[in-house]
């Protein structure tokens, strides 16, 4: 089993606690069949920061059978059955092989990392193939024991979808993945809804997953709001993955839920600011606080003119900014010392003071 302390690499990324949050932009789909389209789609990921751009393998005739009903977040996008079906609209989103080679090489150009979610045996022997460094495993295959079996044995880095699914269900599917030789993994906790509301994201199963299962965790984001991105970091998630798209106004059932190109680097820069804002867990004065710390803290002054020899009393101290001199918490080890030489009223004491 991965170490939490060490993690794992997904290219010449460390993903792990200690690591900066390893970020997923999903083209998934996004792309129409259309390998420009694609290329753009890499290029933005590229330009808003994301450590890797991930894309969507399979063949339709291995996924849906040809009669299988849209869901309804399809048929809101595009359009009915009876205007496309299901397995017609999956036709005109595949990838071939060389497109899969020439986006690969493309990805490296950019420096990126190239991902993509094999959906079907096929697919995975593709992108095996081809040299990808980490499987994703989508929500709908986390029940899918023989397929995950599959995945795990070419014993490359697995990201784990748990959408739609019990606690019972992904405990279950981990078992799977380590029977059969997954020592590196991230399962993420995700919405299966497209958009999904906020009320349904659930975000501390998140945390319930790492404690009960033992294993990092991360976020699939199918969220429109920016509230999510923040919280998962915050809650510890170790991945962060999210749709985005070119143009939202493209035809295709993610573009709706998809961050534009602005939107895609905003979330970015709020994952890293997220970071920097938790710092570690040591309670301590910070380099910034130093200065302030000396002139907002307070320390014991002379309540009044005091002669040589005065035995200090609580009518002889005053407690004022700035903290340059004796603490208040040493007020009582303080009285009852004497004064070496003559102090004037509102002197900040300190131990050169006193004999």
């Given at each position: 089993m991965t170490s939490w302390s060490t993690g794992f690499y997904i290219g010449n990324k460390l993903v792990g606690a200690n690591s900066p949050v390893y970020i997923i932009a999903e083209a998934g789909v996004n792309h129409n069949g259309n390998i420009e389209l694609a290329k753009r789609l890499i290029d933005v990921a590229r330009k808003a920061g994301a450590d890797a751009v991930k894309f969507q393998t399979f063949k339709a005739e291995n996924l849906n059978t040809k009669l299988a009903p849209k869901a309804i977040y399809h048929i809101?996008?595009?359009?009915?059955?009876?205007?496309?079906?299901?397995?017609?609209?999956?036709?005109?989103?595949?990838?071939?092989?060389?497109?899969h080679?020439?986006?690969?090489?493309?990805?490296?150009?950019?420096?990126?990392?190239?991902?993509?979610?094999?959906?079907?045996?096929?697919?995975?022997?593709?992108?095996?193939?081809?040299?990808?460094?980490?499987?994703?495993?989508?929500?709908?295959?986390?029940?899918?024991?023989?397929?995950?079996?599959?995945?795990a044995q070419k014993g490359k880095p697995i990201i784990l979808s748990t959408a739609m699914s019990t606690l019972d269900e992904v405990r279950k599917s981990i078992e799977v993945l380590?029977?059969?030789?997954?020592?590196?993994?991230?399962?993420?906790?995700c919405t299966g809804s497209y958009p999904?509301?906020?009320?349904?994201?659930?975000?501390?199963?998140?945390?319930?997953?790492?404690?009960?299962?033992?294993?990092?965790?991360?976020?699939?984001?199918?969220?429109?709001?920016?509230?999510?991105?923040?919280?998962?970091?915050?809650?510890?998630?170790?991945?962060?993955?999210?749709?985005?798209?070119?143009?939202?106004?493209?035809?295709?059932?993610?573009?709706?839920?998809?961050?534009?190109?602005?939107?895609l680097e905003h979330t970015v820069s709020l994952i890293r600011g997220t970071e920097k804002a938790l710092g570690n867990d040591t309670k301590e004065v910070l380099p910034g606080e130093k200065e302030t710390r000396l002139r907002l803290r307070k320390s014991l002054v002379a309540a009044h003119d005091l002669e040589r020899g005065t035995v200090?009393?609580?009518?002889?101290?005053?407690?004022?900014?700035?903290?340059?001199?004796?603490?208040?918490?040493?007020?009582?080890?303080?009285?009852?010392?004497?004064?070496?030489y003559p102090v004037p009223a509102d002197t900040i004491l300190s131990l050169e003071n006193l004999e």
């Open positions: 809101e996008t595009t359009g009915s059955d009876t205007e496309q079906s299901w397995f017609e609209l999956l036709k005109t989103q595949e990838l071939t092989a060389d497109a080679r020439e986006l690969i090489d493309y990805a490296k150009t950019k420096g990126i990392e190239f991902l993509s979610t094999p959906y079907d045996s096929d697919s995975l022997e593709l992108l095996d193939d081809l040299g990808v460094s980490c499987f994703k495993i989508a929500s709908t295959d986390t029940n899918n024991h023989p397929f995950l079996s599959q995945v380590r029977q059969s030789g997954c020592n590196d993994l991230v399962v993420l906790h999904a509301n906020l009320a349904d994201t659930n975000m501390l199963a998140m945390v319930t997953m790492r404690n009960a299962l033992d294993v990092p965790v991360g976020y699939s984001d199918h969220t429109s709001e920016f509230v999510n991105p923040v919280l998962a970091v915050a809650l510890g998630a170790v991945v962060f993955e999210k749709h985005f798209t070119l143009d939202r106004a493209l035809p295709g059932p993610d573009h709706r839920m998809s961050l534009t190109p602005e939107e200090l009393t609580f009518a002889d101290i005053a407690i004022k900014r700035p903290g340059t001199g004796i603490s208040p918490e040493h007020l009582q080890e303080t009285l009852g010392r004497k004064i070496k």
